[in-house]
C-alpha cells in the first residue's frame, strides 16, 4: 500500500510533467504570437519547473526515518521547501513586472488572435492541476505540496490576466496593443499576493503555531474513549511533515501503581495513533486525579 510520501511524490511528477509541457507551449506561443503576456507566463511556468523539482527533492527527503541526530524525523523539511519555492514565485514575478514596465515604454504590435486558443486550453489545465493537487495536499498534510497547487492556480491566474489584455487588444484595435502588457504586469501582483498566502501558514508550520484546534479536540475526545483515561488537561499538536506529534495531559486515578500510570499511557498512545492516522507519535504526560480542582 502506498504511503502518504509516495503518493506526494507521485503528484510532484505530475506537476513537473505538466510544467515541462505547459512551458514550452507558452514560450513558442508567445514568441511566435507577439505577446508578452504568454513569455511571462513561460517566465513563471519555467520556474515553476525548479520549484516542482524542489518539491520532489524535499518530499522525498522528509521520507527518511528518524534516526539519532533527528529524532522527530525529516519532515521539517517541507516549510523550508515551502520557503525556496516562494522566493522563485517573487522572483518571477518580479522579472515579469520589469519587463512589463519595459514593454510598456516600447511600440510594438498587437499579439496574434490564435494565442487566445492556447491560453483557453492553459487556464483549463492549470485549473484542473490546481483543483488535483490541493486536494491531495490536504489529504496528505503537505505543506509543500500546497505551495505547488498554488503554483498551479498563480499559473492559471496570469494566464487569465494575459487572455484580458490580449482580448482588449484584439477588440479594440490600435491605442491597446499595451493591454497585452498591463495584464502581465497585473497577473505579477496577483503573483505576489498568492506568495503571502502560501508563506504565512508554512511560518506558522515552522514556528509551532498553535494551528490544529478541531484536530486537538478530536484528540481529547478520543483519549476519553482509553479505559482509564478520566480527563485531559493540556494538549500540544506541532506538524512535522506530512503528520503530527502530539503531547498531551492525561487525568487518571491517584492511586494508580506506576505501572498501571504507565501501562494507559502507552494504551493512549496506541489507541490515538489507530484512530488518527495521521498522528506519528504521542507523549504522554500522567495527572493523579485532583477531586478539588475537578469540582471547581
Known amino acids: 500500500m502506498a504511503t502518504n510520501g509516495d503518493k506526494a511524490i507521485r503528484t510532484a511528477y505530475f506537476s513537473i510533467l505538466g510544467n515541462m509541457v505547459l512551458a514550452i507551449a507558452k514560450w513558442l506561443a ?40 533527528h529524532p522527530y524525523g525529516h519532515g521539517r523539511i517541507e516549510p523550508l521547501i515551502t520557503f525556496i519555492v516562494v522566493i522563485f514565485l517573487v522572483i518571477s514575478a518580479t522579472v515579469i ?35 488535483f493537487v490541493i486536494r491531495k495536499s490536504k489529504a496528505l498534510n503537505s505543506s509543500s505540496l500546497k505551495a505547488e497547487a498554488w503554483h498551479h492556480r498563480s499559473d492559471a491566474i496570469t494566464s487569465i490576466a494575459a487572455f484580458i489584455g490580449i482580448s482588449m487588444a ?3 484595435g490600435k491605442g491597446y496593443e499595451y493591454a497585452d502588457d498591463w495584464a502581465a504586469l497585473i497577473a505579477s501582483g496577483i503573483i505576489l499576493y498568492n506568495c503571502y498566502r502560501i508563506f504565512r501558514p508554512a ?8 494551528l490544529y484546534e478541531d ?37 487518571v486515578h491517584a492511586d494508580l501503581s506506576v505501572k498501571d500510570g504507565h501501562d ?20 504522554v504526560h500522567i495527572e493523579p486525579f485532583d477531586p478539588i480542582i475537578a469540582n471547581s
Open 30 to 69: 508567445g514568441f511566435f504570437g507577439n505577446s508578452f503576456a504568454l513569455i511571462a507566463d513561460a517566465i513563471e511556468s519555467t520556474t515553476d519547473i525548479f520549484a516542482s523539482i524542489l518539491v520532489l527533492l524535499g518530499i522525498k527527503y522528509s521520507k527518511r526515518p528518524a534516526d539519532n541526530t
Open 97 to 131: 513586472a520589469y519587463q512589463s514596465i519595459i514593454n510598456l515604454q516600447t511600440p510594438h504590435e498587437p499579439p496574434k488572435a490564435w494565442t487566445l486558443i492556447v491560453l483557453g486550453i492553459i487556464i483549463l489545465w492549470k485549473e484542473l492541476s490546481y483543483q
Open 170 to 172: 484584439l477588440w479594440f
Open 203 to 210: 511560518l506558522g508550520e515552522i514556528m509551532d503555531e498553535n
Open 215 to 251: 484536530l486537538v479536540d478530536k484528540i481529547k475526545v478520543k483519549s476519553l474513549e482509553v479505559n482509564g483515561v478520566l480527563d485531559t488537561e493540556k494538549c500540544f499538536v506541532r506538524k512535522i511533515g506530512m503528520s503530527f506529534i502530539v503531547d498531551i495531559h492525561a487525568v
Open 264 to 283: 494507559i499511557a502507552h494504551a493512549l498512545k496506541d489507541y490515538l495513533m489507530a484512530k488518527i492516522p495521521d498522528i506519528s507519535n504521542v507523549f
